[in-house]
């Protein structure tokens, strides 16, 4: 790769004298980002160097575009004045890389957790729910020619609701609040909505925020033409929000600023309903993505340490589908000592050594990923430990839910009596069904990620 990527860089920077480092910084299924450093006649210089390998299938994930596209649009977003990285060349076969391009390197945090607090960036996060907005409406201002027409997907709010929801039945797996949800959705469709470009995964972690606000719109791989209130929709998730679920734009901002900012820039208003199906959208999504990157997982696809653990986080995106479609009380879990039990010592206490090993000694003496790693780790080491400690408790208590809903039977055969029931004409109004589904889906994610915000919503 090297001998090829500098002959890239000689070709197309002036003064290039060499290459002095190329570090990867992600790999996804199909796709990797580096960071090029070379050396120039006018000093040292940087760029991020986004591609798919030759070797790599070239297969995409469901929605994707491919980056030939991508490049395309971040010229047509610098031309629409939305702040995103200067491309400087698209690869061509005969640079021997795989499909790609070279941009510019820009600097700025795109880690959400400290976009939504830390000091630097507390004079201008008021200000970034309106640049959200201006933004988005800019993108969606963006001439969608034949050309573009051709390269993307486009969709209607039924289809990408259909579509969606048959990606979660393709994994085979019985989530009724899923189910729930997408027969809500359906119901609920936007009217008359506009089809504009849409950024499609446009969400704190995915800007780059500095001093000044908005440095950068990145990751445009899920761009499609279709509904432009998704996007709104979908940057006021929960899980974007990184606990702070009091501002809803981000954990940044409020929906008031954000659309103001789209109406001084698009003169449009959003309806409120139509920002709320985004929402519920948004959430349901996330909580089919999280499943379909475990089973990447699952299959040898993606070995990954995060992705089990992010396979975990299906339970909090149907929590906040829970809050916003049926909100009442549920039951709390009650602690339950470590050492309850005969042996010495219990399961639970083992994992809880581990865990702390992992993160108290492993992760406070790594750096950068390797910390990263050691603390995911100790995650998962302690969702097997709420497990072990609540699982069985939380299995009787939905069995007998269920029985009282549907009949007798066993969990599983329950399970998905329900699952094909709400896939038919089961009436969502069904009495004792709001329930169920509250203490099921709340009761997962207490194990799963007990201190998500959902499981505390007047918080």
Aim: proline share 5%; net charge negative.
């Amino acid at each position: 790769m090297k001998n090829q990527l500098e002959t890239v860089l000689a070709r197309e920077l002036t003064g290039f004298k060499s290459l002095l480092t190329c570090d990867q910084l992600t790999a996804g299924a199909s796709q990797e980002t580096f960071r090029v450093l070379i050396d120039t006649r006018q000093g040292k210089q940087q760029f991020a160097l986004r591609r798919c390998p030759p070797n790599a299938s070239n297969e995409l994930i469901p929605g994707q575009i491919s980056l030939d596209t991508e490049a395309l649009l971040l010229q047509l977003a610098d031309e629409a004045g939305i702040p995103v990285p200067e491309l400087v060349c698209v690869l061509t076969p005969a640079d021997e890389l795989g499909q790609g391009y070279l941009m510019e390197w820009l600097e700025g945090e795109t880690l959400g957790q400290r976009i939504v607090r830390s000091e630097a960036l507390a004079e201008v996060r008021p200000l970034l729910a309106r640049q959200c907005g201006e933004a988005l409406a800019r993108i969606h201002a963006i001439k969608v020619d034949e050309t573009l027409r051709q390269m993307l997907p486009t969709v209607t709010p039924e289809a990408l609701v259909h579509e969606t929801w048959d990606s979660y039945k393709a994994l085979n797996l019985p989530e009724p609040m899923i189910d729930f949800t997408a027969r809500w959705l359906l119901q609920n469709l936007p009217s008359g909505a506009r089809q504009t470009l849409v950024h499609g995964d446009f969400r704190n972690g995915n800007l780059m925020i500095d001093e000044t606000g908005i440095r950068a719109v990145l990751d445009w791989e899920l761009a499609q033409i279709g509904d432009p209130v998704r996007d709104l929709g979908y940057l006021c998730v929960n899980s974007w929000r990184f606990g702070k679920a009091e501002l809803p734009v981000g954990g940044f901002g409020v929906i008031e600023d954000m659309l103001e900012g789209y109406r001084s820039v698009s003169g449009i208003d959003i309806n409120l309903a139509d920002l709320t199906f985004w929402l519920v959208f948004g959430s349901f999504w996330w909580s089919i993505t999280t499943l379909r990157m475990a089973l990447s997982w699952r299959s040898g696809e993606t070995p990954s340490l995060e992705r089990p653990v992010i396979g975990r986080r299906s339970s909090e995106g149907q929590m906040d589908c829970v809050n916003l479609l049926i909100p009442g009380k549920f039951q709390r879990l009650a602690d339950r000592p470590l050492g309850q039990g005969q042996q010495l010592p219990m399961p639970a206490e083992l994992l809880e050594g581990v865990r702390k090993f992992l993160n108290e000694d492993v992760a406070a003496n790594q750096h950068g990923r390797s910390a990263f790693l050691a603390k995911v780790a100790a995650n998962s080491l302690g969702i097997a430990q709420r497990e072990f400690l609540h699982g069985q408790e939380l299995a009787r208590r939905e069995e007998e839910r269920l029985q009282k809903l549907l009949g007798e039977g066993d969990l599983e055969q329950l399970r998905w009596q329900l699952v094909h029931a709400l896939r038919t004409d089961f009436p969502l109004d069904t009495l004792g069904l709001d329930e169920h589904l509250r203490e099921t889906v709340a009761g997962q994610l207490a194990i799963d990620q007990p201190f998500y915000s959902a499981l505390n919503p007047a918080a």
